[in-house]
């Protein structure tokens, strides 16, 4: 059920994001690692060490591209300079798929290089989802876009958060990056049920799943991926993966990195509950 | 609203600047009260008033730019000091929003801008502006292109005199007023020894740091910023060596180049042949050379 049009018919299994203090560890002791999610915009440089280090990495592993900054809901145009070494980008990686955010953070040309929320308007769905489809067609692979931890909503919006990603998904025919991290985040800044969202998503489009860490404060929760993954969103992983099947998971640490070693153990967690969706499937 | 209005409304409150406490200012972009800007268009929950949702949006835009220009500027900073630097950057921000979706560029105007408003520049603004253009060609340097080397063996001044080389896109070549290729090498390696250090301890440091830099003399330097094995690193020259250099990367042939760079020079007659051949086999050792395929970038 995992390997589908949005994911380019794969079945990658439990990877990690990569980061720069493990390189060396990569580079040198070779782990084995089913895959490595890395940033589009790293990479997106004329050249110089990133790109060799690259280089090094695909020789070995397999790579999905994973971006920051491409701004899907930002209602001005795709900027064409960011499309051209992206797809440059994605001529060197061979990446199956390639994620980004559902999410503005550009305006008038100036960029916040944040994952601003969107209004959950029909507009927005509509401005979203031909600008995806845009993506799709420049770059010739599946496009997945993926959720956003939130702290703020609108008055504008017309509905939730989770019926907005279906209206996008179903208008631009595209893929889902589920992250459930952002879920539970979202759905306690915003006092919903997290399993309703999950329940709400069409398990069909799902190519990838996001796990995480954040940081809780005293009135909301910040996205911050720099602890392990708490239970309530293994929960909700569990859940996503029921409905979804064996999906490509993908856990992001990207602030006060451990080792690798400890990265990839709490990685591979995951594995508990992809074996027991594995048996149910097989059953 | 319509979503680019919208969206034009959030990010004046979010670029808006903090207040001197870090916080969101008391007033909108338009003027108003931003109480009632952000609740025009934030819905409050029951822990956060609208005011309390945009000012964390507001935050972490400016903690996000702020430190990718402190990770950038790491010399800068040690002229100007902390206090002053910090005043420098947040000015420099409202002036040069980021306008590319990387956050690598968002120094590159940080030399002509200073040099445009000097008052944020410090006491010494020479220094200043000195620093600021080696850290962006550090920055530069660092991921610039790399072509198919020619080396030593492709290339002899025998080739010829009407020869035109390229020299490989990440080469930066730079003049200073101030030796600052040495002073960022000290802040660097400051910077990783304070890596450990206790907070007070590095504060010392950093004041002492200052100190030293303030009293820096000018002493004119020539400097090729270039990589090996991927590592930048800063490489003195001579002034003729700096202009042929410069003179072969406007397209001049060598011969124009070499003719050029003496005109005027110290160095005696006779021995300038054997100063070219040795300049030049250094520079077609560490690679500098490239076949002349595309049109390559300005230094
Ligand atoms: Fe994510």
């Known amino acids: ?283 | 609203m319509k979503l680019m209005q919208l969206q034009r409304t959030m990010a004046r409150a979010v670029m808006q600047p903090l207040t001197s406490s870090e916080r969101m200012q008391g007033r909108a972009p338009d003027g108003g009260p931003m109480k009632r800007y952000a609740s025009r268009f934030i819905k409050p929950n029951d822990r956060l008033t609208s005011f309390e949702r945009l000012e964390i949006y507001n935050r972490q835009y400016w903690f996000r730019v702020l430190a990718a220009l402190g990770e950038d500027f790491p010399g800068l900073c040690a002229v100007l000091g902390q206090g002053r630097f910090d005043a420098m950057a947040r000015a420099y921000l409202i002036a040069n929003p980021s306008r590319s979706f990387t956050l690598r560029n968002l120094g590159s105007r940080m030399e002509s801008w200073l040099r445009k408003n000097p008052k944020w520049a410090g006491p010494n603004q020479e220094l200043a502006l000195d620093i600021a253009r080696l850290e962006w060609a550090d920055i530069e340097a660092f991921d610039g292109k790399t072509e198919p080397a020619l080396r030593p063996d492709d290339l002899s001044i025998a080739a010829g005199p009407r020869m035109k080389l390229t020299l490989q896109p990440y080469v930066r070549l730079l003049s200073f007023r101030y030796p600052v290729d040495d002073l960022l090498l000290e802040v660097r390696k400051e910077d990783e020894d304070t890596d450990f250090a206790s907070n007070t301890f590095q504060e010392r440091r950093k004041r002492k740091r200052v100190r030293a830099v303030a009293k820096l003399k000018p002493a004119p330097i020539f400097l090729a910023v270039h990589r090996i094995d991927y590592t930048v690193y800063f490489r003195r020259l001579d002034q003729e060596e700096f202009s042929i250099l410069t003179a072969l990367r406007q397209g001049k042939t060598l011969a124009a180049a070499v003719e050029w760079a003496f005109r005027g020079s110290q160095i005696a007659p006779e021995e300038r042949p054997l100063k070219v051949q040795t300049w030049f086999e250094t520079w077609s050792t560490l690679g500098w050379f490239c076949r002349p395929e595309k049109k390559q970038a300005a230094s």
Not at chain 1, 39 to 60: A, H, K, T, V
């Open chain 1, 1 to 283: 059920m995992s390997a589908n049009r949005f994911n380019g018919f794969t079945d990658y299994g439990i990877g990690i994001g990569l980061r720069a203090p493990h390189y060396d560890h990569i580079l040198t002791r070779k782990p084995v690692v089913d895959w490595f999610e890395i940033i589009s915009e790293n990479f997106m440089i004329d050249g110089g060490r990133p790109l060799d280090i690259l280089d090094r990495i695909l020789e070995q592993y397999k790579v999905v591209q994973h971006g920051v900054s491409m701004y899907f809901g930002s209602a001005e145009k795709l900027n064409r300079e960011h499309l051209r070494r992206l797809k440059d980008l994605v001529q060197r990686t061979k990446t199956p798929w390639l994620s980004d955010h559902l999410c503005w953070g550009s305006v008038d040309g100036r960029y916040t290089h944040d994952l601003l929320p969107m209004p959950y308007t029909f507009e927005a769905a509509r401005i979203t989802a031909q600008k995806v489809r845009e993506v799709q067609d420049f770059l010739e692979i599946p496009i997945a876009v993926e959720n956003v931890s939130s702290y703020a909503e609108y008055h504008d919006s017309e509905m939730t958060e989770w019926e907005f990603l279906n209206e996008v998904v179903e208008r631009a025919d595209c893929g889902i990056l589920l992250d459930v991290n952002n879920i539970y985040v979202s759905s306690q800044n915003h006092n919903f049920n997290p399993l309703d969202y999950v329940n709400s998503v069409p398990a069909e489009r799902v190519a990838q799943i996001h796990i995480a860490g954040h940081s809780k404060y005293r009135k909301y929760i910040l996205d911050t991926h720099d602890h392990p993954v708490i239970d309530p969103v293994w929960k909700l992983y569990e859940r996503a993966i029921h409905l979804a099947g064996h999906t490509a998971t993908l856990l992001e640490w990207d602030d006060s990195i451990p080792s690798f070693q400890e990265v990839h153990d709490e990685a591979r967690k995951a594995n508990r509950f992809l074996r027991a969706t594995a048996l149910a499937e097989a059953v």
